[in-house]
């Protein structure tokens, strides 16, 4: 599964896309300026999209990566 595919189904299953993610995390406290916090991990990102999203791991992840950088739009 491509990375775009992985957030076209988080989409679909949540109605939010990769930019409400990112204004999520900045509310949450655990990106600033646009970067995740160096002390936020990947276990912190995965427990909140697991609790408040019903995200799989995979798909928590894929989050990650996005928030984090290592992954873009429609890789």
Avoid: C
């Amino acid at each position: 599964m491509s990375f775009q595919a992985y957030l076209d189904n988080i989409q679909a299953k949540t109605g939010k896309g990769p930019n409400d993610f990112r204004k999520l995390a900045e509310k949450k406290g655990f990106t600033a300026h646009g970067k995740l916090k160096p002390e936020v991990r990947a276990g912190d990102i995965v427990k909140w999209l697991k609790e408040e999203f019903k995200l799989g791991h995979g798909h928590s992840m894929a989050i990650y990566a996005l928030l984090k950088g290592m992954k873009k739009e429609g890789e």
